[in-house]
């Protein structure tokens, strides 16, 4: 189950609020951020990005558990915790 949560992307400044029902990337796109994406559904790894800090629940198909550490995936990837924060070099 999705919940609303919020990413913070510190080389722009901008502070985003995800709901629940759309995809980070979507809210970047319509945000005006440029981000790379292909496929949308954590599979080509486009949208990869430097995760600065945050608890985060992983859903790609990309990333191994060393990458999770520093990087998530902005189509798949959610804050762990309603509300939680998520901040990402972008
Ligand atoms: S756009 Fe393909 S993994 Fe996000």
């Given at each position: ?12 400044g901008r502070e985003l ?69 998520v901040e990402e070099v972008?």
């Amino acid at each position: 189950m999705n919940h609303p949560f919020t990413r913070n992307l510190v080389r722009s400044g901008r502070e985003l609020e995800i709901p629940a029902d759309k995809l980070a990337t979507d809210v970047l796109i319509e945000s005006a951020i440029p981000i790379d994406i292909k496929c949308s559904g954590g599979i080509c790894g486009a949208c990869k990005c430097r995760l600065v800090s945050g608890e985060v629940e992983h859903r790609d198909l990309v990333l191994s558990k060393m990458q999770r550490e520093e990087a998530d995936i902005l189509c798949q990837s959610r804050a762990a915790e309603a509300g939680g924060v998520v901040e990402e070099v972008l």
